[in-house]
């Protein structure tokens, strides 16, 4: 496969998982923003498609099997699943408390005389409780729901999968975007350059939440919804 200007940043990155870390590095979107081709994220970065595609091109040359631990198109919808809320949903509610600490610590200490740390704590609440809510309803009522539809397709009618297929990817964009303006405030997560080590740390760790978000939300909206048609 050679990847092109044309492709979409999902389909780039369903072919070639390594592809995320690119995407990722440069701040496009291949989650939520993924169907759009790489060259229109690209220019909405302000980025020159052709050398975004050179830079894929040639690590998918120099290492074609990076990133392919798992066949996510192959894998059923139920270990798909159970890979994301061990991996993914874990991961939130292991490290959102500990996130939270330190945005509130940072916040109380700094945010005297440095406002955008106000906006910073205020939009990570924000996200915390967006996602905390969404992953428990994802395990308590929308997955048993998709499992169903795939195992009983019988039992549950394709309204009621795209009822709640079209409600958690509404939240995944309410995420997003509450991703995308804490990025904004903290200047792409960058750290002035006298903030001691707590403050780095939050910055890091924000900017890891970031990367976790986004490829939690691409295994649901890129590989898993779309069996259903949607």
């Not at 389909?11 to 759009?36: E, H, M, W």
């Not at 975004?52 to 059923?76: H, R």
Request: glycine share 4%; hydrophobic share 40%.
């Amino acid at each position: 496969m050679i990847i092109t200007q044309e492709m979409t940043v999902r389909d780039t990155v369903l072919q070639y998982p390594a592809a995320s870390d690119v995407f990722k590095r440069l701040k496009i979107d291949f989650c939520c923003g993924g169907n759009r081709p790489i060259q229109e994220a690209a220019e909405a970065r302000g980025l020159d498609a052709a050398a975004v595609v050179q830079q894929l091109n040639e690590m998918k040359q120099s290492a074609p099997n990076l990133g392919i631990g798992m066949d996510w198109q192959y894998m059923s919808s139920q270990a798909l699943i159970e890979y994301i809320v061990k991996k993914h949903h874990q991961f939130l509610r292991d490290q959102l408390p500990q996130i939270a600490a330190n945005v509130e610590r940072v916040y109380h200490v700094h945010g005297g005389d440095q406002p955008h740390l106000v906006q910073m704590a205020e939009l990570f609440r924000q996200l915390r409780k967006v996602l905390e809510t969404h992953i428990d309803k994802e395990e308590e009522i929308s997955f048993p729901i998709i499992i169903r539809a795939e195992e009983e397709t019988d039992v549950v009618s394709h309204e009621d999968v795209r009822a709640v297929i079209t409600e958690l990817e509404a939240e995944h964009d309410g995420a997003g975007e509450l991703l995308k303006q804490l990025r904004a405030v903290t200047n792409d997560f960058t750290p002035p350059e006298q903030a001691c080590t707590t403050y780095r740390i939050t910055y890091a760790r924000l900017e890891e939440l970031e990367g976790m978000t986004f490829e939690h939300v691409h295994l649901e909206n890129n590989v898993l919804f779309p069996r259903f048609g949607l």
